[in-house]
């Protein structure tokens, strides 16, 4: 049987239809704003975590003081500074033990020539036969001489290259001719990876070209220490970390895991998420207003009725309830409808900025629904507690009174 | 009115000796920006068990501002006020409002009935608010009846009632909860002088019943069906 408070409650809105429609119209707005932005910031962060995951299980090793090429450089063999080197290359590979594959790499960013195109690119100096061992190759082959060069999907669909193409590295002076590669691969898209090797829009050339043309033997940019087995990657780490960084107050190498650069990045988007989640609570702020206003409306309209309430024998936590009633069946209208719009809104907007809506129907995404709801109720409950508060303190005989 | 001199003579003599309403030295004092306004002057006042009394006076006499300390809407500024035997300065806000619920029963010059309800649901509210609960006893439907309300016309809202019936409705929500005391502020002054009559013969018959019944009224006429006056003049008792 339904309490005659909240009976009362819901006739007092069907009385003011029109206007208690309004002010929900307004929670409507706030419910999908924080819906959609949560789902769209939680969907950004499953996406770049599940693209993280692909190097879940590899550790990134560095020197903090990691050998940088000059930008547009030509190369020489000049610029060697200091990287991991080769003994500690070698007691890396001793305490990761077997099961483990050890990849060291070079890494620095040139100019090149492509026909009478200029550009600029990151250039990975990796040994052919490690390079099967993480990457893919989506066409052609793998680098078999010693000018032979890889690149990645979107260096390849950017300036149109085909096998067989020839790059000129090094910035073009006029004097000095500049080292040729051709390309016989093009790597399989990988998107952002959680192991440091950015390959869609970079050059892959084996290691002896590049030192060849860098200098830096055996002082690598990063050794990429990558395990079978997940659960044994803290091992290895703790294992490595313990040979190579021997004085914990002075450690020589860095030592990277997925994990930590994986919630390092999550966190990030999660601070976005919340900044975003804030831009949708102000439209709630706002409908807060609304329902504050047409609660005091409310309030202000039925004084007498208060007032009568109050001398036949009501109590005053009676017409306090009677009010929050209201407020909350405005909640519950904006909360509904807004959840409802907020499906195909939320569905919409990640559709259109994320380009999937592989995750739209998570529970951490989907959640956000009926916590944008719940929290629609509560701020129609909060903006009726002043108007429910004022209408059961009022002095019943001046309620009466009023006309 | 109707009562018989031996019926009136029996009541008296089975009249319990404490009166159902004792004001001692009862003055209500308004501050004002103006300055102080009394609007109740040392007011001492006994009214027993089923008397039917009528408070009379010209306006600004204090009888509005009497009616309110004894339906406990308001509080006297110095003085004691006693209902049933209780201190109403003693009780807190929640026994307040109880008494106002099971003791006493308000009808009003303008009906004061609530908009949003049905003429029966006006009537059964007084009833929720003391059981909580819807009412199933067909308590709401007899009371209504008594006072010449139908079921059919117990289903519609206030405004499609006429003003006699609208104060009738507001006399069962009065009675509802079986009240000692029945107070009445001007019931017949929004009404014809027919209907009015018809309202104090309803009144009469509830005093009959036993109910302590105070009337205020301007009108002399009215006045005549009580047993007992009270003219009040400047905040003050000038008759009784």
């Given at each position: 049987m339904r309490d005659i408070f909240f009976d009362l409650s819901v006739r007092s809105v069907k009385l003011n239809f029109l206007r208690s429609l309004l002010a929900s119209i307004g929670i409507v707005i706030g419910v999908v704003a924080i819906s959609s932005m949560g789902m769209l910031g939680t969907n950004m962060q499953l996406q770049v975590k599940d693209q993280l995951?692909?190097?879940?299980?590899t550790l990134v090793i560095t020197n903090d003081a990691v050998r940088i090429g000059f930008p547009g450089s030509t190369p020489s063999a000049s610029s060697s500074s200091a990287g991991i080197t080769k003994t500690q290359l070698l007691k890396i590979k001793q305490a990761a033990g077997t099961g483990v594959t050890v990849i060291p790499l070079y890494r620095t960013s040139t100019e090149f020539t492509l026909g009478s195109v200029n550009g600029r690119s990151s250039v990975y100096g990796i040994a052919p036969n490690d390079i099967t061992s993480f990457l893919t190759i989506a066409n052609g082959t793998n680098i078999q001489g010693v000018n032979d060069a890889l690149v990645g999907s979107t260096f390849a669909t950017n300036f149109n290259l085909k096998l067989g193409n020839r790059i000129h590295i090094g910035k073009e002076n006029g004097t000095e001719s500049r080292p040729t590669v051709r390309i016989v691969g093009i790597l399989k898209a990988r998107g952002v990876t959680s192991d440091n090797v950015n390959t869609d829009n970079a050059i892959i050339v084996s290691r002896d070209w590049y030192t060849d043309h860098y200098g830096g033997v055996d002082q690598y940019n990063q050794v990429n220490v990558i395990v079978?087995?997940?659960?044994t990657l803290s091992a290895v780490k703790t294992a490595i970390d313990a040979k190579v960084n021997t004085d914990p107050k002075t450690p020589v190498i860095r030592i990277q895991d997925a994990s930590s650069r994986l919630s390092s990045i999550t966190s990030t988007l999660g601070t976005m998420t919340t900044f975003i989640l804030a831009i949708g609570g102000i439209s709630l702020l706002v409908a807060a207003t609304s329902i504050f206003n047409v609660m005091m409306m409310s309030v202000n309209e039925r004084i007498q009725e208060i007032g009568i309430l109050l001398s036949i024998g009501t109590e005053r936590g009676e017409v306090r309830r009677m009010f929050l009633y209201e407020a909350l069946i405005l909640g519950i209208l904006g909360g509904g409808v807004g959840g409802l719009c907020s499906l195909v809104i939320g569905y919409s907007v990640v559709s259109a900025m994320i380009g999937t809506t592989a995750y739209f129907f998570l529970p951490e995404s989907i959640v956000y629904i009926p916590g944008g709801m719940i929290i629609g109720m509560i701020v129609c409950i909060i903006s009726g507690l002043y108007p429910a508060w004022r209408a059961s303190n009022m002095d019943p005989i001046d309620a009466l009174r009023s006309e | 009115m109707d009562l018989s001199e031996t019926e009136e003579t029996v009541r008296a003599a089975g009249m319990d000796e404490t009166p159902l309403i004792r004001l001692v030295d009862v003055s209500k004092v308004y501050h004002l920006a103006s300055g102080d306004f009394t609007a109740l002057d040392h007011i001492s006042l006994d009214i027993m068990d089923g008397e039917f009394v009528a408070l009379m006076g010209p306006s600004g006499s204090g009888k509005s501002t009497m009616m309110n300390q004894l339906g406990i809407l308001d509080v006297p500024t110095t003085g004691e006020l006693y209902i049933s035997g209780k201190n109403v300065a003693g009780m807190t806000n929640l026994e307040r409002t109880h008494m106002r619920r099971d003791t006493i029963g308000y009808v009003f010059q303008k009906f004061f009935l609530i908009s949003l309800l049905s003429a029966y649901e006006n009537v059964e509210y007084p009833l929720i608010l003391k059981y909580k609960k819807r009412d199933t006893t067909g308590r709401a439907e007899a009371v209504l009846k008594s006072v010449g309300i139908d079921r059919e016309m117990s289903a519609h809202r206030p405004t499609q009632l006429s003003g006699g019936e609208q104060q009738r409705v507001a006399i069962a929500r009065a009675l509802v909860n079986d009240p000692k005391i029945l107070l009445c502020d001007e019931p017949t002054g929004n009404l014809d002088r027919k209907t009015g009559f018809q309202i104090m013969e309803i009144l009469v018959g509830l005093h009959r019943e036993g109910k302590t019944v105070i009337l205020v009224t301007h009108d002399p006429k009215i006045a005549e069906y009580a047993k007992r006056t009270v003219t009040l003049e400047d905040g003050r008792i000038v008759g009784s």
């Open positions: 995951s692909q190097g879940a299980n079978k087995n997940i659960d | -």
